[in-house]
């Protein structure tokens, strides 16, 4: 504990939590401003009149706003000022797009996910209430590492599985809704290896053993790094699912190398992935066709490269400053209303949109691995910066597989895409920072904070 | 304590945004054209098909134009005229692309530059009424009906000209396309279209007329005595009337067409040799005028240079360097000399105009959607660099013209003979293998010159039975007879 309170206090943003929510407040209210005239842009790109949609949507924005405010108010009045607005820009802007969709498809996914926002931002408040402090979940550690373990099964379980959907098993049906439990399985496994290698962090540091020019520790303290390379390569494998194994591990190696300052670490879990991923290469058809629309997609433009073409075809049309919103052609982009929503904004927002929602992610990024800094202990900043690199390698694998720098794999753009169980878990995400850079400007502050309940005290 | 490793990882994040960033701007700026205009992005075609293109219409009716439609495209493309305009038109398919005139003039046809309709400007999306412009053609409907009648059943093709303007009164090919079909909506009703046009033996998507050469034959004497009569000979000049011309440096000598002299006695005049169409005389011309000569004069005449026009003309060619053999074998159109129909139209339409090089063309005028002139073709001469528009002197043109009239009046052009009219003409039976080529090329008064290529005619056939009864079909239809 000692050696945390060192860490927080640094960089710490001394105003008074009053000073700090009304920042918070006049950002929130931009968002809400932005993303309401984007809505009514959109309608008068269909017809004179302002859109009702655009009106129910602007109202409910500012009612979820003001209850989220409210909330963070009370509950974390210390927190950083920028997330909530933030991720409330991106929604928002998401809520645009995927009626932007609709108006194409002639479908109702906007007033759907309307209401997943007032739920997930639900569930955001909800957090804030029950997880005062953020070390409490730290006691639940192998409990959520065996969660996270069965939620990325779940989808395989008969009676449960919605069936491959897109050659991808990830759904799950449960109580008549469709739920995607991997969402929440990112998150499980940050607080879970948060919570382990805070303990056996130093002893994952002891470099014991040499392995060709590595310095590396005893292999049995590797053994967790080939468990989850595996289980990686397996969520690849068997779920078909290319880009959660792909997030899921990167967020593995970053937070492993954070906790043990060693590069021994990354470095081995890069070739037994490179290994592992060769080998799947080999063995899986579906990991070829990837690798290959990735490699040329214009040979194969009418069929399997069709969706990154398309998707390419969008962003460049849509060149520097974009067809405007509702100018452009979603109904060519298969996904537009949930993977391939960028591609979609890069069309009718141009480059200039595109960059522009990118920068927020950005921001997002930047105040996320700030917190991991400045938190109050060691879970605190091994638990942000799981959570920043999840929201950022998230970004970057759907982004950049839309934009042909990776190949593209089935993943959501955080707080953008269309999906309840993504958004959902975003707001979550988002409610643990808040928590976390609370707790240490709390602390800062020299705010009465509650003892730390251990163990014992708490029953 | 661990702040050095969050640095680094967020580095290492910071950089893969940069290379989102950079990639982001290579895509929409760098490749936003090749993108934008691929063949599979829709986009462009949808923003295309949404403009009421203009039509195309030859006298009072429209050969192309577009209707409403349901769906993404929101206009179809209709060809009334059918084949009978197909190689003009061309084809306007979401799949094959443009052809004819739908790719040349497509600018006017939407009513504005492509460039335009690839930027996302506000306007062009606000505007859906848009439409393009109409072009009106010079074709005369019974001269283009007339050569496609008279060309039924026989692969050739038919270009008229008017020889004072230029303005082309016929083109026609035959086989020719419907592109209505070619032009639906229906990818799999257009591959049914397609296929049996790119199959077929006969090659129907060639236009003929303007986009394959021939070998020319007896036709390209008017330019070998063009060159004779710049070069101090007239028509009265005799020469040896011969069976066989021996050529100089080779064993092939030269004969007459069905062997024999060409006339009765010891010499033959020129103008004789040309309503004859006497080889002997010609190939001796060819070798006593020497290649430079020829080449220059065929040159003069259009040839190894395409006229300018509204669709693609491919380049008549006479080789730049002869020995004495070829310019004997080119004097009378054989060998390595080639010429499209068009190009042979405009030597005959020369003729008939003074000596004067016109520059056909098929547009008369183009109108916007109001109905206000937009362009308005003016006659021109071709010229064209180092070449002038005056070929060679009237006085040499009237004598060629006169001897022109004297083939139709009692030579080989009898065949193309109307009542009541001067009527003008040269054959030709291009023997090179296999079928021969047939022309005939010719005028009527100042009103039409004409050209005839049957490319694959019968063994026996010459262009004076075959070539020059459809001549005078297309000319008397011209002539509103």
Redesign the interface.
């Known amino acids: 504990m000692s050696a945390a309170t060192g860490t927080a206090g640094r960089g710490v943003d001394r105003r008074t939590g009053n000073a700090l929510r009304s920042t918070e407040a006049r950002l929130l209210a931009f968002a809400v401003v932005i993303t309401f005239a984007a809505h009514v842009l959109l309608g008068w790109s269909q017809g004179p009149e302002v859109p009702p949609s655009a009106i129910v949507t602007g109202v409910a924005m500012t009612v979820i706003a003001i209850v989220a405010h409210i909330t963070v108010r009370t509950m974390a009045p210390d927190a950083d000022p920028t997330l909530l607005p933030l991720a409330f820009l991106l929604n928002g802007l998401g809520l645009v797009f995927v009626r932007r969709v609709d108006l194409a498809a002639g479908s109702d996914l906007a007033g759907t996910q309307t209401v997943w926002t007032a739920v997930s931002v639900a569930g955001m408040c909800a957090v804030l209430v029950l997880i005062r402090q953020v070390r409490t979940l730290s006691r639940y550690q192998y409990s959520l590492g065996l969660l996270t373990l069965v939620l990325l099964i779940l989808p395989l379980v008969p009676g449960l599985t919605a069936g491959p959907i897109n050659g991808a098993r990830l759904w799950i049906d449960l109580f008549g809704m469709r739920f995607q439990p991997g969402e929440v399985a990112k998150l499980t496994m940050v607080a879970f290896l948060a919570g382990y290698l805070e303990r056996k962090r130093v002893l994952l540091s002891v470099a014991s053993h040499r392995f060709g020019p590595l310095l590396m520790p005893a292999p049995r303290h590797l053994a967790p790094v080939l468990l989850a390379t595996g289980v990686a390569l397996v969520v690849m494998a068997g779920l078909r699912d290319l880009g959660s194994a792909l997030l899921l591990f990167g967020v593995f190696l970053a937070v492993l190398y954070v906790a043990t300052g060693r590069a021994a670490y990354p470095l081995f879990g890069l070739v037994a992935f490179a290994i592992g991923s060769t080998l799947a290469y080999q063995l899986f058809a579906h990991v070829r066709v990837r690798v290959s629309i990735w490699l040329d997609p214009w040979s194969q433009v009418s069929n399997a490269g069709y969706q990154l073409a398309q998707s390419l075809f969008a962003l460049g049309t849509g060149g520097l400053t974009g067809a405007g919103l509702g100018g452009g052609r979603p109904q060519d982009v298969p996904f537009s209303a949930t993977d391939a929503m960028f591609a979609v904004i890069g069309e009718e927002l141009g480059l200039l949109g595109a960059t522009a929602v990118l920068v927020a992610f950005l921001l997002l990024v930047v105040r996320g691995f700030k917190i991991s800094l400045t938190a109050r202990d060691e879970y605190g900043t091994l638990l942000a910066l799981g959570l920043t690199a999840t929201i950022a390698l998230q970004t970057f694998v759907i982004v950049g597989g839309l934009t042909r720098v990776v190949p593209l794999t089935g993943i959501t753009l955080p707080f953008m895409s269309y999906g309840g169980s993504s958004l959902l878990g975003n707001y979550v995400l988002i409610a643990l920072l808040l928590r976390i850079s609370d707790e240490s400007r709390g602390a800062a502050r020299g705010r009465q904070m509650e003892r730390p309940r251990t163990g014992k005290s708490s029953r | 304590?661990?702040?050095?490793?969050?640095g680094?990882?967020?580095t290492l994040?910071?950089l893969?945004?940069g290379?989102?960033?950079v990639?982001?701007?290579l895509?929409?700026?760098v490749?936003?054209e090749?993108?934008?205009s691929?063949p599979?992005?829709?986009?462009?075609l949808?923003r295309e098909y949404a403009i009421e293109r203009g039509s195309i219409v030859v006298g009072e009716e429209a050969i192309a134009r577009s209707i409403e439609t349901e769906g993404d495209l929101e206009h179809l493309r209709e060809y009334p005229g059918g084949a009978l305009y197909g190689h003009i038109t061309g084809y306007y398919s979401f799949i094959l692309g443009r052809s004819g005139l739908e790719a040349a003039l497509n600018e006017q046809l939407i009513g504005q530059p492509l460039e335009v309709l690839a930027q996302?400007l506000?306007d062009l999306?606000f505007a859906p009424d848009q439409a393009g412009n109409t072009v009106e053609l010079t074709i005369d409907p019974r001269a283009q009906q007339a050569a496609a009648d008279a060309l039924e059943g026989r692969v050739g093709a038919v270009v008229a000209l008017d020889p004072t303007t230029g303005a082309v009164l016929a083109s026609y090919a035959n086989p020719s396309f419907d592109p209505g079909p070619l032009s639906t909506h229906n990818a799999s009703a257009i591959r049914e279209a397609w296929e049996p046009l790119i199959d077929s033996d006969e090659r129907p998507l060639v236009n003929r007329a303007i986009a394959e050469t021939y070998p020319p034959g007896s036709t390209f004497k008017l330019i070998t005595a063009a060159a004779a009569l710049e070069h101090d000979r007239s028509p009265e000049t005799a020469f040896p009337d011969e069976g066989v011309y021996d050529v100089p440096q080779t064993e092939s000598d030269i004969g007459n067409f069905g062997g024999g002299k060409c006339g009765e006695g010891e010499t033959i005049s020129l103008a004789d040799a040309m309503r004859v169409s006497c080889n002997t005389v010609f190939a001796r011309l060819g070798v006593e005028l020497g290649a430079d000569r020829l080449i220059d004069m065929a040159e003069r005449f259009g040839f190894n240079r395409a006229p300018p026009y509204e669709l693609d003309v491919a380049n008549s060619g006479i080789p730049k360097e002869m020995d004495e053999p070829s310019a004997a074998q080119s004097a009378i159109g054989q060998r390595d000399v080639r010429a499209t129909p068009m190009q042979m139209a405009i030597v005959a339409a020369a003729m008939a105009n003074g000596g004067r090089l016109v520059e056909p063309h098929l547009v008369r005028a183009i109108r916007d959607p109001s109905g206000s002139l937009v362009r308005e073709t003016a006659p021109s001469l071709w010229d064209e660099g180092r070449f002038d528009g005056q070929v060679v002197s009237e006085t040499i043109a009237a004598q060629l013209r006169d001897m022109m009239i004297d083939v139709v009046a009692d030579g080989t052009g009898r065949n193309a003979r109307i009542d009541g009219v001067t009527v003008g003409g040269k054959t030709g039976t291009a023997q090179t293998g296999g079928a021969p080529t047939v022309w005939f090329v010719g005028f009527a008064d100042q009103q039409v010159a004409v050209a005839v290529v049957l490319p694959s005619a019968g063994d026996d056939d010459t262009g004076g039975q075959v070539a020059a009864p459809i001549a005078r079909a297309v000319m008397e239809a011209a002539l509103g007879r």
């Open positions: 304590m661990m702040t050095k490793q969050i680094r990882v967020a994040t910071l893969l945004f290379v989102l960033f990639n982001l701007n895509i929409a700026l490749q936003s090749t993108l934008s691929h599979a992005n829709r986009r462009l949808v996302n506000g999306l």
